[in-house]
């Protein structure tokens, strides 16, 4: 593909349509919904997404244009967001449980962090802050 995805939409399945700056266009469908939203983090669409280049919509959750656009937005929610929480409370904001088995996302977390404590994420080494990342990554579907 020489295009970039500049806007996209969604069907009744599901499936996300992507536009190209050139006016073409290509379905993303099947796959988790992480992956056909190019969103790892599986974000809403909010102020955080918007400033990273959200390009559509599916439901509450952002779409952006490729994959990495989707992991810098993930990344900008937890150094923002979710900075001064510890797991729990930053579980609690991002998966709350209205919708999301929270205590199973939680034990997945701190399993794979490391973080059994209540430190804040802006107190995570380096290497808990990637492995925080790619937990919620594998989490969410990718």
Known sequence: MN?????ARTNARRSV??????????KYSGGDLAWRMNNPGDLWSDKVS???GQ????GNFAIF???QTGHNALLDSLKTT???????QMIGKYAPESENETKKYLRFLRNRTGVKDDRKIK?????QFEKLWQAI???EGL
């Open 123 to 127: 107190d995570f080494t380096p290497a």
């Open 55 to 58: 390009i559509g919509k599916l």
């Open 17 to 26: 349509i992507y536009t190209t700056d050139d006016g073409r266009e290509f």
């Open 65 to 67: 244009p490729d994959y």
């Open 3 to 7: 295009g970039r995805f500049i806007k």
């Open 50 to 52: 918007k400033r990273n």
């Open 82 to 88: 979710h900075w001064n929480r510890s797991l729990e």
């Open 137 to 139: 990554h594998a989490y």
